[in-house]
């Protein structure tokens, strides 16, 4: 265990961020693609030019709001059915602008705008992304879940599988929180478990408690924290 500030830097990040859409090269080639032609010629196989990138199916990680299972999705969200227990589970976005009272249940996205405030309901959703006020929820069970500048919001009544604080966010919660995985562009204060990865990005911060296996700062990211770190470590 090290107590007290501990300054850690420039670690190229090592694991990839399962929530976030990214591009790649394209290194997954389609079926078929490359293949020539029987009888295309003796010419000399050239090595195939890249042709700019190829962008890859986001994978959703949902978790049937009916049956609790958890299964992933490739792509776009569309007819989803559970594998388990059959149910066609509902899939719309959400955008709230304004005042919102009413429970939402999806294994879609739910922005809450900087204007709004969503109180006295449930929230049910595969990401939420808040901008806005979210302090009187009843509950908001999400698989992932972004806090952006300005965003208010009471942790206990939050259930993610992962937490991400966006640029400029700063955010002190007194609850113990437990995620799968963190990921830190913004300001964060609070006693922390992360049973997968944390990341702190350039220009993030975490300060408080932070218990886990997998720690990552890039360059420009920064802690100052008391930390216990490795297998085993995290309170699950
Ligand atoms: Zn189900």
Redesign the pocket.
């Known amino acids: 265990m090290i107590d007290g500030l501990t300054s850690v830097r420039a670690v190229r990040r090592t694991g990839k961020n399962i929530a976030e859409p990214r591009t790649r090269s394209s290194a997954n080639k389609l079926p078929g693609a490359g293949k020539k032609k029987a009888g295309a010629g003796d010419s000399p196989v050239k090595p195939a030019k890249r042709i700019g990138k190829t962008a890859v199916p986001v994978r959703h990680d949902i978790t049937?709001?009916?049956?609790?299972?958890g299964f992933p999705i490739h792509g776009r969200l569309h007819k989803v059915i559970?594998?388990?227990?059959?149910?066609a589970?509902i899939v719309d976005d959400h955008c709230i602008e304004d005042r919102c009272t009413y429970d939402i249940t999806t294994i879609g996205a739910i922005e809450v705008g900087p204007k709004a405030v969503v109180s006295d309901c449930r929230l049910i959703a595969g990401a939420v992304k808040v901008a806005g006020n979210i302090k009187d929820v009843t509950a908001i069970t999400c698989e992932n879940l972004t806090l952006l500048e300005g965003a208010k919001c009471n942790i206990a009544k939050v259930t993610t599988k992962n937490l991400s604080v966006g640029k400029n966010g700063k955010f002190t919660f007194t609850k113990r929180i437990t995620c799968k995985n963190l990921d830190i562009e913004g300001n964060l204060k609070a006693k922390i478990d992360v049973n997968g990865e944390a990341t702190i990005r350039p220009g993030g911060i975490l300060r408080g408690e932070f218990r886990g296996e997998k720690l990552t700062i890039e360059d420009g990211g920064a802690l100052s924290a008391k930390l216990v770190l490795g297998a085993g470590t995290s309170r699950r």
């Open positions: 049937c709001y009916e049956c609790g299972y559970c594998p388990k227990c059959h149910e589970l």
